[in-house]
Each structure stands twice: as C-alpha cells, then as structure tokens.
C-alpha cells in the first residue's frame, strides 16, 4: 500500500477537470478476447471506432440515417 507521505502537492500541476460533453460511445463486445470496449464516435460523426482492450484488433460501426438505435454490439473476426 502506497505510504500517505510520499504524496506531494505541487500547485502548478493540478489542474480543474474541464467541463466537456461526454464523448458518445458504443459498446462492444469482443468475442476474440471474451472482453468488453467502447467504440468512440469520430470527430465527423460518421462511425464509432475502437479497438480490442486485449489484442488490439480493431472494430468500426458506421452511422447512418437509416441505422439502428442499438447500444451494444459484438464484434465477430
Ligand atoms: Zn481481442
């Protein structure tokens, strides 16, 4: 366990957490590492784009007018 006398406050490095909008995300279901991830929607809004927490094998949803309201998907290799 980490000793409570080894923190050190420095001022010029604490920094307020910035007000931002929650970034929107998916999530995924990896079933080539049996894990959990988030795909992240692209600057542009045109896809969610993420990779697996494990083996980094990467998954993209792309977003359309015409898509689904799903929240949740697997990837499959
Ligand atoms: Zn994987």
């Known amino acids: 366990m980490a ?5 050190v406050d420095i ?3 604490r920094r ?3 007000k931002q909008a929650p970034r929107a995300f998916l999530s995924i ?3 080539c590492c049996h894990v959990y991830g988030r795909l ?3 600057a542009a809004g045109t ?9 980094a094998s990467r998954a993209h949803v792309l977003v359309r007018p015409d898509g689904t ?3 949740c998907f697997q990837a499959v290799d």
Do not use: S
Not at 3 to 7: E, F, G, K, L, T
Not at 47 to 55: S, V
């Open 16 to 18: 307020e957490p910035e």
């Open 47 to 55: 896809k969610y784009n993420g990779c697996c927490p494990r083996c």
């Open 3 to 7: 000793d409570p006398r080894d923190i």
């Open 40 to 42: 992240y929607k692209n």
């Open 69 to 71: 309201t799903r929240r």
């Open 29 to 31: 279901w990896y079933r």
């Open 11 to 13: 001022a010029t490095l």
